[in-house]
């Protein structure tokens, strides 16, 4: 079995290809169900954030296979010519594979590097695999894995500390901007963690007034309701807009919902006052024209690189303690890995010599027709612990070379020795 990663990120694709690429929170278990019909044998996990697209498959189909087929998807799926995103990926198998998950659940990989919310992005990601019954043992136990690798990362280094999400660097760039943030209003649009972190460190600056905007009203209630804010549907943005300084807005639109000529009119309203805009959702919520626009200072997630290697600066100490961390844990998973391909080959080798201690047994049972039922079975336990007494060294030393290097050659003397057949 191979695993097998192909995948685009803020590393190594500008923001209008990302958007070309993500998938609707609602599409992604048709997905997924579609990517299973590439690996029938195997499993798949699709990771789709605001800063990357990646997809986890593990198949007895060599990792060239798997990213053709993966690459099929996408082009498919999309309705994008290959050749306009071919350049842009990235493809991993096996221990590069493994490493990059680990890093990226870590946060290592992140724009922000600390950052909480990529830990929960990648287990809502196998979440939803496994409700889409897509996860088999491979992609389950490197996950699982993840998340542990993660856990000590965050735990064993301090790269944690400080502003280390995106919505907080929006926040910085908005003080760079303002200079002092109390009494500005601001306006959140959209519901979710991210806006929830945004607005977290938007109060501990000392805004002022806070509004909510979501499609569903209930949400943007509720998140107005920690802060003694304002709610209202995005069907009334328009009325809304050139009430706020400051707007940050992270919706699953799949098309802008904010446009130049909404701009201009909320400029019109507040007598050309600026406006401070992070569009921290892909596919954007902001449409690139307002970019244009004086007096409005909007940034999107490409516009946070800048904010974020300096984060990096900072943490980069801590950041390679948490490599060390992933490389520990990439050379155990590896190894258990390895362990696992041998497990078919061990269980046969049991068999097969417990099959021909059963059938001696028989024959030396039937001539001996005056043993008693338990001198029978004494003499049959007497066999059973002889053969698992042969099994025990060569069993126990398969598993340990196993770990240690690829088992593929010597499975297969082991195989031609015993004439051994796989069983699942």
């Given at each position: 079995?191979?695993?097998?990663?192909?995948?685009?990120?803020?590393q190594t694709s500008p923001l209008e290809l990302r958007e070309r690429l993500a998938f609707a929170?609602?599409?992604?278990?048709?997905?997924?169900?579609?990517?299973?019909?590439?690996?029938?044998?195997?499993?798949?996990?699709?990771?789709?954030?605001?800063?990357?697209?990646?997809?986890?498959?593990?198949?007895?189909?060599?990792?060239?296979?798997?990213?053709?087929?993966?690459?099929?998807?996408?082009?498919?799926?999309?309705?994008?010519?290959?050749?306009?995103?071919?350049?842009?990926?990235?493809?991993?198998?096996?221990?590069?594979?493994?490493?990059?998950?680990?890093?990226?659940?870590?946060?290592?990989?992140?724009?922000?590097?600390?950052?909480?919310?990529?830990?929960?992005?990648?287990?809502?990601?196998?979440?939803?695999?496994?409700?889409?019954?897509?996860?088999?043992?491979?992609?389950?136990?490197?996950?699982?894995?993840?998340?542990?690798?993660?856990?000590?990362?965050?735990?064993?280094?301090?790269?944690?500390?400080?502003?280390?999400?995106?919505?907080?660097?929006?926040?910085?760039?908005?003080?760079?901007?303002?200079?002092?943030?109390?009494?500005?209003?601001?306006?959140?649009?959209?519901?979710?963690?991210?806006?929830?972190?945004?607005?977290?460190?938007?109060?501990?600056?000392?805004?002022?007034?806070?509004?909510?905007?979501?499609?569903?009203?209930?949400?943007?209630?509720?998140?107005?309701?920690?802060?003694?804010?304002?709610?209202?549907?995005?069907?009334?943005?328009?009325?809304?807009?050139?009430?706020?300084?400051?707007?940050?807005?992270?919706?699953?639109?799949?098309?802008?919902?904010?446009?130049?000529?909404?701009?201009?009119?909320?400029?019109?309203?507040?007598?050309?006052?600026?406006?401070?805009?992070?569009?921290?959702?892909?596919?954007?919520?902001?449409?690139?024209?307002?970019?244009?626009?004086?007096?409005?200072?909007?940034?999107?997630?490409?516009?946070?690189?800048?904010?974020?290697?300096?984060?990096?600066?900072?943490?980069?100490?801590?950041?390679?303690?948490?490599?060390?961390?992933?490389?520990?844990?990439?050379?155990?998973?590896?190894?258990?890995?390895?362990?696992?391909?041998?497990?078919?080959?061990?269980?046969?080798?049991?068999?097969?010599?417990?099959?021909?201690?059963?059938?001696?047994?028989?024959?030396?049972?039937?001539?001996?027709?005056?043993?008693?039922?338990?001198?029978?079975?004494?003499?049959?336990?007497?066999?059973?612990?002889?053969?698992?007494?042969?099994?025990?060294?060569?069993?126990?030393?398969?598993?340990?070379?196993?770990?240690?290097?690829?088992?593929?050659?010597?499975?297969?003397?082991?195989?031609?020795?015993?004439?051994?057949?796989?069983?699942?």
């Amino acid at each position: 079995m191979t695993i097998a990663l192909t995948g685009i990120s803020h590393q190594t694709s500008p923001l209008e290809l990302r958007e070309r690429l993500a998938f609707a929170d609602g599409d992604v278990p048709r997905a997924l169900t579609t990517l299973q019909n590439c690996f029938p044998r195997g499993g798949v996990v699709l990771l789709n954030t605001c800063n990357r697209v990646e997809i986890y498959a593990n198949s007895p189909e060599p990792a060239e296979s798997i990213h053709d087929a993966i690459r099929n998807f996408l082009a498919e799926w999309h309705k994008l010519p290959e050749q306009e995103f071919h350049n842009h990926l990235y493809e991993h198998a096996e221990e590069e594979a493994i490493s990059h998950l680990f890093r990226v659940a870590s946060s290592l990989d992140s724009l922000v590097v600390g950052e909480q919310q990529i830990s929960g992005q990648v287990h809502d990601a196998f979440q939803k695999a496994q409700e889409a019954d897509t996860a088999d043992k491979i992609t389950n136990a490197l996950f699982q894995r993840a998340f542990t690798v993660a856990k000590q990362v965050r735990t064993r280094t301090r790269i944690g500390e400080g502003r280390v999400s995106v919505a907080s660097v929006a926040v910085e760039l908005a003080v760079s901007i303002f200079m002092e943030l109390t009494g500005k209003t601001v306006l959140i649009i959209g519901s979710g963690e991210t806006s929830e972190l945004a607005l977290k460190s938007l109060l501990e600056r000392g805004v002022g007034r806070v509004l909510v905007a979501n499609r569903t009203l209930a949400n943007a209630e509720a998140l107005a309701e920690t802060c003694g804010g304002h709610a209202f549907g995005l069907e009334l943005l328009g009325q809304h807009l050139h009430l706020a300084d400051i707007i940050i807005t992270s919706t699953g639109s799949t098309v802008p919902i904010l446009r130049a000529e909404d701009f201009q009119d909320a400029l019109r309203k507040r007598n050309n006052e600026p406006m401070f805009a992070i569009d921290i959702a892909v596919p954007r919520d902001i449409h690139p024209a307002v970019h244009r626009l004086d007096n409005v200072y909007c940034y999107t997630m490409d516009d946070l690189r800048q904010t974020a290697e300096q984060n990096m600066n900072a943490r980069h100490e801590e950041a390679r303690l948490g490599e060390s961390i992933v490389s520990e844990e990439v050379r155990k998973f590896m190894a258990w890995q390895r362990r696992l391909e041998a497990e078919p080959t061990i269980i046969s080798m049991s068999q097969e010599l417990h099959a021909i201690r059963e059938r001696e047994l028989e024959r030396t049972l039937a001539a001996l027709p005056d043993l008693t039922d338990a001198q029978r079975d004494e003499v049959a336990y007497l066999t059973k612990r002889i053969v698992n007494k042969i099994l025990q060294r060569p069993l126990t030393q398969l598993k340990q070379e196993a770990s240690e290097e690829d088992p593929h050659r010597m499975l297969s003397l082991v195989k031609r020795l015993f004439g051994l057949e796989d069983h699942a």
